[in-house]
């Protein structure tokens, strides 16, 4: 495995790392089982003070931070700035709050005596992390795991390794302990080592389905536990009596945004029949807004995708829908040529249940739109599919957004407001989408000893 930086805008290589050798491997486990060791005598409130101080690193360099971003995967660098910021949100929700999370907690109305539950770390657990949102991501796991005292190993994406290097830098210039947090470039084979190491006692995977059934073999095979937030075909549901400008303005973005590169980005609109053609006239007018331009330019409003190769998959997974009957209502499906992985965003109809790509994830800015005449339509639409990770619903009738939210079979939904992770909320999914959560109470619990003490 290769870990390469190429700006996907122009194609130009940025930077090359080589992989850590097994014995590298072996003495970076030594130091992380070191830091946990010790980890387990220190408090959590000296943890949470180093929390805040990597916080505190991204936030007073998030330029430095965000430039990689752009340069390594082509997010747009208003963007980049806005997953720094997020990042921070991340790390101080936990620094904030871990030891308060990490209170015992009594359990009193037992048939005998009394029970204090009592939460601490298990070991050190390996993030295999996406190329996407190359610091949220890792630091979801991160930050639940450090107050825990567990150290995590990141074994990143191969497209941006700046970026992984960069918030090992992050944590460095923090002054995390040594083993708390480490990089690793590791190939295919080290990963499958690591999760059999008997200290590896947790496995957090944000990815692709296929990379989640791999972890999730290998994990279970060693009887170490896991974490899958896999892909989705998130729904984006409008209701007859919303504004449908500002339906549509959402609705783009809530597609558009990252190129299209977010897990729980709207691939899939239900739409009223009543307002149907007034919303997709107003969608057209909307992603026609979106122009492809560098990254790095302030006034650019669309990315290019991470790689050539995510360019050449989704064109081939266009080529299909169409062939298997899907129309496009909006954009030219002709490849983009150059050394740049561009991408012309697109709204598809017709893909029917029988469309060999009804199932599949488009990763990138190719919308799906659907009519729907009832709220029983509109429920069947959005739960046929294989996916469940997120949702949303645009309707001036709450509560009738909200009895619709909670018929959907998904991780999560948001009503009149385009879905995006919060700390103070836990994130994950179901189905094919996968399965434990981040974030909140939840994410922090998940590679946690929940130990009762009874007396």
């Known amino acids: 495995m290769s870990y390469t930086a190429i700006n996907p805008y122009n194609g130009e290589k940025v930077n090359e790392f080589e992989n850590v050798t097994d014995q590298q491997l072996e003495l970076l486990l030594d130091e992380a089982q070191r830091f946990y060791e010790q980890a387990q005598k220190t408090t959590v409130k000296s943890r949470t003070e180093f929390l805040a101080a990597l916080a505190d690193e991204f936030e007073n360099n998030a330029e430095k931070y965000a430039r990689i971003l752009t340069t390594n995967m082509g997010k747009l660098l208003k963007e980049a700035r806005q997953e720094v910021a997020k990042t921070v949100a991340f790390a101080r929700y936990y620094a904030e709050n871990g030891l308060q999370l990490l209170q015992p907690q009594a359990y009193t109305n037992l048939q005998s005596g009394q029970a204090q539950v009592e939460f601490s770390g298990t070991g050190i657990v390996l993030a295999v992390e996406p190329w996407n949102f190359p610091y949220a991501q890792v630091m979801r796991v991160v930050a639940p795991n450090f107050i825990l005292g567990n150290p995590v190993l990141l074994k990143h994406a191969s497209i941006v390794p700046e970026a992984a290097q960069a918030f090992q830098e992050a944590c460095d210039n923090a002054g995390l302990p040594l083993g708390a947090f480490t990089n690793v470039f590791a190939d295919y084979a080290q990963v499958d080592r690591i999760i059999a ?221 385009i879905l995006s992770s919060q700390a103070q909320v836990p994130f994950g999914g179901v189905k094919d989408s996968g399965y434990g959560r981040e974030l909140s109470e939840w994410g922090i619990y998940e590679f946690a000893n929940i130990k009762p003490v009874i007396y």
């Open 197 to 417: 190491d008997p200290r590896v006692q947790g496995v957090a995977l944000t990815g692709s389905e296929g990379a989640g059934r791999k972890i999730a073999a290998s994990a279970g095979q060693h009887l170490t536990k896991s974490t899958l937030e896999l892909g989705g075909t998130d729904v984006f549901i409008v209701l007859a009596d919303v504004d449908v400008a500002h339906a549509a303005k959402d609705a783009a973005q809530a597609r558009l945004s990252n190129a299209g590169q977010v897990c729980t980005a709207a691939k899939r609109y239900i739409v009223a029949s009543e307002i149907y053609p007034e919303f997709l006239a107003a969608l057209k007018q909307e992603f026609a807004k979106y122009q492809l331009g560098d990254p790095l330019d302030e006034q650019t409003t669309l990315a290019p995708l991470s790689s050539k190769v995510a360019q050449q998959h989704l064109q081939q997974q266009v080529k299909e829908a169409i062939a298997g009957g899907a129309e496009v209502l909006f954009g030219d499906p002709s490849p983009l040529t150059g050394p740049g992985a561009g991408f012309t965003p697109l709204i598809l109809s017709g893909m029917e249940a029988t469309n060999p790509l009804y199932e599949e994830e488009f990763f990138g800015p190719v919308g799906q739109i659907y009519q729907a005449d009832s709220d029983d339509e509109i429920v069947a639409i959005a739960n046929n599919s294989r996916h469940g990770l997120g949702g949303a619903i645009y309707s001036n009738d709450v509560e009738r957004a909200k009895k619709i939210a909670s018929r959907i079979e998904t991780g999560q939904v948001a009503i009149n407001r």
